[in-house]
């Protein structure tokens, strides 16, 4: 948490000029002008007059080099792990809501938000390598979970094609025994059939004409 | 920053995370980054009109009824256009 206290110039000015100074410090501006910009707030002098009149003295000097230089390896050092912090925060977050959902929580539903919560507050103390081992678990969890889904689907997809052999193959029994009853009773198929001069062959081609007749050619030539 | 800059400060980082105004004001004192402790009735009445401006949604807890608070799309992008300044 942030209880930090700053008893220097820099420190005692408002939070939000001190978060600007900051900003300016980690974008590369130079001293000088930060002290021309920092020296020039009203708020600064409004502290500058306090820090002095509670000495029973006149107004503090301004913000100068070495105040600026001290700031650099306290409150701005501070702040910079401050920024680190949300992004500790943020990827803290995004644990706790995956764990809130593992646990069978909706992602969209009130009561996973409050368990992120309370899950965020018990991970606050944990350090980084106990947090990059929970997520490299769970990262694990869901790998063996998706591997896990493919089997399945991979085994249902094998179970329809199998049912889907097997009505293909009734069919073609129910039909060819269909074409039989039906030629058995043709006179030309039953001579082609009983012809003891014809080879097993020659049989089927003849038979397999009268029978389809266009379409057992196409099926001959792979059409 | 302003009580509700801070409540933004607090919710946008950690969202989804849903939390009572209860426990948003104690982070918030704990914090020390508003020159004086807030209340709860503060933090209730900064909340409501940030529900207002859709920068926080209101969710209540099924089970015993409460309230809670995150903050919303809107809220995070406001959060983002100020700095990320973070509540830790």
Known sequence: ???????????????????????RIRDGAQGAELLDWLNGLKETKRILREM???????????VNAQNLTDWRSTGYKDWLEDQNDADRIRRV???????????????????CNIATAKIMDALQSA????????SKALVALRSGENAAQKVALAEEKNA??????ELSRAKFERDTTRLFIKWAQSKDALALATDKHLGSDEKTERLGRLMFGDLWEGAEDGK | MNLKQLI????????PAAYTEAAIAQRLNA????????????????LRALHKMKMVD?????????????????????????GRVTVV
């Open chain 2, 8 to 15: 933004i400060a607090f919710l946008s980082p950690r969202n």
């Open chain 1, 1 to 23: 948490m942030n209880t930090r206290c700053y008893r220097s110039k820099i420190g005692r000015l408002p939070f939000a000029v001190r978060n600007e100074l900051n900003e």
């Open chain 1, 127 to 134: 350090d980084e390598d106990q947090i990059a081992d929970l």
């Open chain 2, 31 to 46: 914090s020390q980054m508003l020159d004086r402790r807030c209340t709860v009735d503060e933090v209730s009445d900064a």
């Open chain 1, 160 to 165: 329809l094609a199998k049912e889907q052999l």
């Open chain 2, 58 to 82: 209101l969710q209540i807890d099924p089970m015993d009824n409460s309230a809670v608070w995150q903050a919303t799309e809107e809220g995070i992008k406001r959060w983002v256009l100020e």
């Open chain 1, 93 to 111: 977050a995004e644990l706790s809501h995956t764990i809130a959902t593992a646990a069978g929580g909706s992602a969209a539903g009130v009561a």
């Open chain 1, 52 to 62: 002095g009149s509670s000495r029973g003295a006149g107004p503090s000097g301004p």
